[in-house]
């Protein structure tokens, strides 16, 4: 009862300052949302109405209070029927905000866009080749190819990589959430035990992952296997949702290393 008693007390002191950053925390949340809906002008008109009523209340204008209450039932369905296209964007943004989604999609969104991408291209039978930066800066291996400094979309690696445009043999370098350059050549792997059957691109990222800490995804041309390729090795034919899994590991543990991982058959290779 003692100890009941304490935690009552400790959360009654708790209690306004948990109010009030709740209450902060959902009106930033709603302004973040008319922002970005472009409704920033129903929230003034609603403001408005507010404070016509408050004065009209307190100056006692029972007139004007008369017609407001009469008119504020037709003027809520007016604001619903004119802002009907902000309200609809109000609540698709509500139910696409992060903290309410539930389900296994990465926290890098960027790379929900290229898994998409390579499924794609995997199932199109087209290659891909993807290096994302981590510690190492990779400039000279961009300067080989075209800089973009663009935003990294699916749509945009499709078209790189999903049609015969000058730049589709090459590899894309991402950082963050932006394609650095595409076209870029990488330095071959002088590896000599690496699998006949592998072509260019997987002896291309096999060799930047012995030079650099980059980690490279590769979607082949001939079998679509989507791979991997880090620490000096290359991991062949991985399920989506494992690359997903190691890439959010090793971009995470970017500025620190990571520990390539033992696929069981000497870490070269996975059939």
């Known amino acids: 009862m003692e100890f009941l008693k304490k935690a009552s007390a400790l959360y009654a002191i708790v209690q306004p300052f948990l109010d009030i950053t709740i209450l902060a925390f959902l009106l930033y949340f709603a302004y973040r949302i008319l922002v ?6 129903l929230l003034k008109g609603t403001v408005s109405l507010f404070l016509i009523y408050a004065i009209a209340f307190l100056l006692k204008l029972n007139t004007l209070l008369w ?4 008119l504020a039932p037709g003027l809520l369905i007016g604001v619903a029927i004119v802002f009907q296209p902000e309200l609809r964007k109000i609540f698709l943004k509500i139910g696409q905000s992060d903290w309410l989604r539930i389900g296994t999609r990465s926290k890098h969104s960027h790379l929900d866009s290229v898994m998409t991408t390579a499924e794609i291209l995997s199932n199109r039978g087209r290659g891909m080749l993807a290096v994302f930066v981590r510690r190492n800066g990779l400039r000279d291996i961009a300067e080989t190819g075209t800089r973009l400094n663009a935003d990294l979309t699916s749509s945009l690696l499709v078209t790189i990589f999903g049609h015969d445009t000058p730049l589709h043999d090459g590899a894309v370098i991402i950082q963050g959430g932006h394609i650095l350059a595409a076209g870029c050549f990488l330095p071959l792997s002088e590896q000599q035990d690496i699998r006949k059957s592998f072509g260019t691109r997987h002896r291309a990222a096999l060799g930047l992952s012995e030079e650099t800490d980059a980690v490279v995804l590769i979607v082949s041309e001939e079998t679509g296997a989507i791979s991997l390729a880090y620490d000096s090795r290359l ?4 399920a989506s949702a494992e690359i997903t899994r190691r890439l959010e590991e090793l971009l995470d543990l970017g500025s620190e290393g990571t520990q390539a991982e033992d696929t069981g058959n000497d870490g070269k290779e996975r059939n």
Not at 67 to 70: G, S
């Open 36 to 41: 970005k809906t472009q409704a920033i002008q």
């Open 67 to 70: 017609l407001l209450n009469i």
């Open 235 to 238: 991991y062949y034919d991985l």
